[in-house]
C-alpha cells in the first residue's frame, strides 16, 4: 500500500523498528481503556512485534493499516485503520463491514491528527470504490465520537453487531 498525505502528515506502512512506539503506545491505559470488552494494556515488547507482523499480512487492495507520522519527522505518532470490521457472535469472523479507527500516542492528542489523517484514508476508501465505511466507539469516547463527527460521519445510535459489546455506530457514506 502506498503512503499517503495530507497536510501535515504521512500514514505510511508499519517498520520492524516500529516495535517499540507500538508497545510504548498499546502499554498505556489510557489509550487502551475503550479498546475491547475489557481494558487490557501489553505487558511485553513481543506483543508489539507480532502485533506488527499480523498487520503486514493484512494484504488487500483497499484495507490496510498506516502509521501515522508528522510529515517532517517519521517517528509515529499514532495508528490509522481501515480493515474489515467483525462481525458479533462469530469468533472474529469479517462482517462484510470496513472499519475506520484511530489510536493516538497521548502526547499527539488534541492536534486534529486523528481527523486529518481519517478524513484522508475516507477519501481513499471512497476513491477505490467502496460505498460505506463505519466506525464503532465505546459509548464513553466521547472524543472519538467527535472525531467521527469532525469527518463527517453520522451517528446510527447503539450496536451490538460488532466485537461482541456495545458500541456507539457511525457510518460514512461515499456521495
Not at 6 to 28: C, K, N, Q, V
Not at 119 to 136: C, I, K, Q, T
Given at each position: 500500500m502506498r503512503a499517503l498525505?495530507?497536510?501535515?502528515?504521512?500514514?505510511?506502512?508499519?517498520?520492524?523498528?516500529?516495535?517499540?512506539?507500538?508497545?510504548?503506545?498499546?502499554?498505556?491505559?489510557?489509550v487502551r481503556r475503550y479498546l475491547g470488552t475489557t481494558a487490557s494494556v501489553m505487558q511485553e515488547r513481543d506483543e508489539a512485534v507480532k502485533?506488527?507482523?499480523?498487520?503486514?499480512?493484512?494484504?488487500?487492495?483497499?484495507?490496510?493499516?498506516?502509521?501515522?507520522?508528522?510529515?517532517?519527522?517519521?517517528?509515529?505518532?499514532?495508528?490509522?485503520?481501515?480493515?474489515?470490521?467483525?462481525?458479533?457472535?462469530t469468533d472474529g469472523a469479517p462482517s462484510g463491514d470496513t472499519e475506520i479507527g484511530w489510536h493516538l500516542h497521548p502526547d499527539a492528542w488534541g492536534n486534529g491528527y486523528?481527523?486529518?489523517?481519517?478524513?484522508?484514508?475516507?477519501?481513499?476508501?471512497?476513491?477505490?470504490?467502496?460505498?460505506?465505511?463505519?466506525?464503532?466507539?465505546?459509548?464513553?469516547?466521547?472524543?472519538?465520537?467527535a472525531v467521527c463527527r469532525r469527518i463527517g460521519m453520522t451517528h446510527l445510535g447503539q450496536t451490538e453487531l460488532y466485537y461482541d459489546t456495545v458500541c456507539e455506530l457511525f457510518e460514512a457514506r461515499r456521495s
Open positions: 498525505e495530507t497536510e501535515r502528515l504521512l500514514l505510511r506502512t508499519w517498520r520492524p523498528g516500529d516495535a517499540d512506539f507500538i508497545f510504548d503506545l498499546y502499554s498505556r491505559i489510557e502485533l506488527l507482523e499480523r498487520w503486514s499480512e493484512l494484504a488487500h487492495p483497499i484495507h490496510h493499516i498506516w502509521a501515522i507520522t508528522l510529515k517532517d519527522d517519521e517517528r509515529p505518532v499514532g495508528v490509522l485503520l481501515l480493515k474489515p470490521i467483525p462481525a458479533s457472535g486523528a481527523s486529518e489523517a481519517a478524513r484522508r484514508v475516507l477519501d481513499v476508501a471512497f476513491e477505490a470504490g467502496l460505498d460505506r465505511v463505519v466506525a464503532v466507539t465505546n459509548p464513553e469516547n466521547v472524543a472519538s465520537q
